[in-house]
């Protein structure tokens, strides 16, 4: 995300980390280059110069000019300035109330339903809570339909009535029924339209006087750009939401409406959409948010993420079979499972400082493992259990099995054992050994 913003604010400061003796005109170059950038990420014109009015001022005033690292001062001014544009801190949802009601609004498309899935299903996987799913579009059967299907995924219910066309009384009967099932929080999609409209405002506006939700979020497409800050900006004047939930992050080079919606509309953005899955939902952090734009990785979420999948009794059992030399085809598998589960691939390596420059035009997509998922699959418990068995005849089977070729197919079986032993090494080092160098 916002590879094209963090490529040109690097090549803005070059100017200054390059300079043996920084002058006043060349912070004064620096600065318009941020605002360039700034401008070319689809950032509020308004928004842009404020901010660089900004980081001039406190460039002064920290004496960036007799600095001993002027351009990395500027990075660190500028750094800051940028999480203050992003709202500074994290904001909490309110999750007050038996149960607590979150109403959802946001135009067609821009991710609603899917978000709606997203945090019900942080909230049960999380933190303990019992949410319940209510399908208010009654204008669209596949926007129900679609909630379900989410639903049941998840497990968790959703409340409906197919034949109501009446979104104020499902919304108000949806509670009455969390009340009596003892759901803890109620969350509700509502229906959207392409653009602005007055019915739909209308509509919404009724829901929320009718169930008086304890929080209002607007979820909005973060590639629409200045659009979606104009969205934000209408959808604020009419329902004044509590936050703002930027979806499709993962698709977004320019930064544009993370950047301003905040300044705009005045409303803190909460969460953020990385993409189609149901575990890419993250709080919005604006700190993270500006490491990540200056290209200073994110190891902070990357771990939260690790840890989120780590269970600490299945690591254990993986430590034992690993110092046994029992580590296996079926825990490599269950491996790829655990890491695909957190996330796109590139955007994982990114959180990582400096990767995210480094492979920025590299193609890393999420079918890297399909070859070697391939190879696995095509082979027999047996065979998964003890790989020693892998001869000649049954590597060439695999490779027909799984589409393969026998090169693959020994690459990957090659790479097994070196990573068995390899692990097999780290665990004599932490029992107190010497870990075994390879032979060259
Ligand atoms: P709604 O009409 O507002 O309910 O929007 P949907 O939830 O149906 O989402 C519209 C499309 O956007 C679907 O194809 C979703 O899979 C996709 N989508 C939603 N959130 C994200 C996201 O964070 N990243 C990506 N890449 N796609 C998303």
Redesign the pocket.
Known sequence: MFENLSERLDRSFKLLKGEGRITEINVAETLKDVRRALLDADVNYIVAKQFTDLVKEKALGQNVLTSVRPGELMVKIVHDELATLMGGHSVDINLKGSPAIIL?S?????????????LANMLKSKQGKHPMLVAC?VYRPA?IQ?LMILGEQLQVPVYSEPDSKNPVEIARHAVAEAKTKGHDVVII?TA?RLAIDEEMMREIEAIKAAVDPGEVLF?V?SMTGQDAVNTAKEFNTRLDFDGVVL?????DTRGGAALSIRSVVDKPIKF?????KME??DVFHPERMADRILGMGDIVSLVERAQEQYDEREARKLEEKIAKNQFDFNDFLAQIHQIKKMGNLKELASMIPGVGKAIKDMDIDDDAFKSIEAIIYSMTPEERSHPSILNGQRRKRIATGSGTSIQEVNRLITQFDQTRKMMKNIQGFKGGKMPKMPRM
């Open positions: 959802m946001g135009l067609q498309g821009s991710g609603k339903t899917t978000f709606s899935g997203k579009d926007a679609q999609d959207g979820v497409d979806t499709k992050l993962d698709g953020v959409g990385t993409g189609e890419a939902i």
